[in-house]
């Protein structure tokens, strides 16, 4: 059965220090990627994805992904983290079952920067 | 530029009246459409999906319902609802024939008393 699964409920980190937020994923045949971020009482916003090519991505704020086949991982990474990162984030594969209609969403990592 | 329309922002209900939800794309032509609900301000559901004007596909079986009516709209319906049917509704796009990353609306908040 296909998957994503997201570790971690919470992550914690300290404003300007670089944060990390794990994904997991199982699919049959060539996975296609995706983070999202929700602030609250908001719809979610397409961060970056994982296609094909190099393996770490660049997406929108400042937020890179590394795509890991060996380790079927895809984590969101900064560099330097700032407070209003803080939300509630979203890993998700394309469903390769039916067409790839279908999003396989995480259950959600909540990521909170301190100052 | 492509935006997505959802209304109402905000919806009390009690328990047992009818409800429809919409959702309106501008910018593109034969988007996907998708309807999620969202509990506890986690994990999404995908209720409905559709592809093409009146081509809908439900995931979840339940006392909701979903139609698209034109190209770029897709509306959430119930006859009578649940308190189990209260949640952040969710609408998104995304394009066909395409990478696939899909576009999310504002949100609905349906509290059902």
């Given amino acids: ?115 | 530029s492509q935006t997505i329309h959802q209304w109402p922002a905000t919806l009390v209900q009690p328990v047992g009246s009818p409800l429809s939800l919409e959702c309106t794309v501008e910018g593109t032509s034969n988007p996907n459409l998708y309807w999620y609900r969202q509990a506890a301000g986690r994990g999404l559901q995908l209720l409905f999906y559709s592809v093409g004007i009146g081509q809908i596909s439900s995931e979840v079986p339940q006392n909701l319902s979903a139609s698209r009516p034109q190209d770029r709209q897709f509306i959430l319906s119930s006859k009578k609802l649940l308190l189990s049917d209260s949640g952040f509704y969710l609408c998104a796009w995304s394009v066909t024939a395409s990478s696939y990353e899909q576009y999310f609306g504002p949100g609905t908040r349906l509290t059902v008393t």
Avoid: M
């Fill in chain 1, 1 to 115: 059965a296909q998957s994503v699964a997201q570790p971690e409920d919470q992550v914690n980190v300290a404003e300007g220090n670089p944060l990390t937020v794990k994904c997991t994923y199982s699919v049959s045949g060539n996975p296609y990627l995706f983070w999202y971020v929700q602030y609250p009482n908001r719809g979610l916003q397409f961060l970056l994805k994982y296609i094909t090519g190099d393996n770490l991505v660049k997406g929108s704020y400042g937020f890179e992904a590394e795509f890991n086949k060996s380790q079927t991982s895809f984590h969101l990474k900064k560099p330097s983290a700032l407070v209003s990162d803080s939300a509630l984030y979203f890993c998700a594969v394309r469903d390769t079952n039916t067409g790839g209609f279908k999003t396989i969403f995480g259950a959600g990592t909540r990521l909170f920067v301190k100052a």
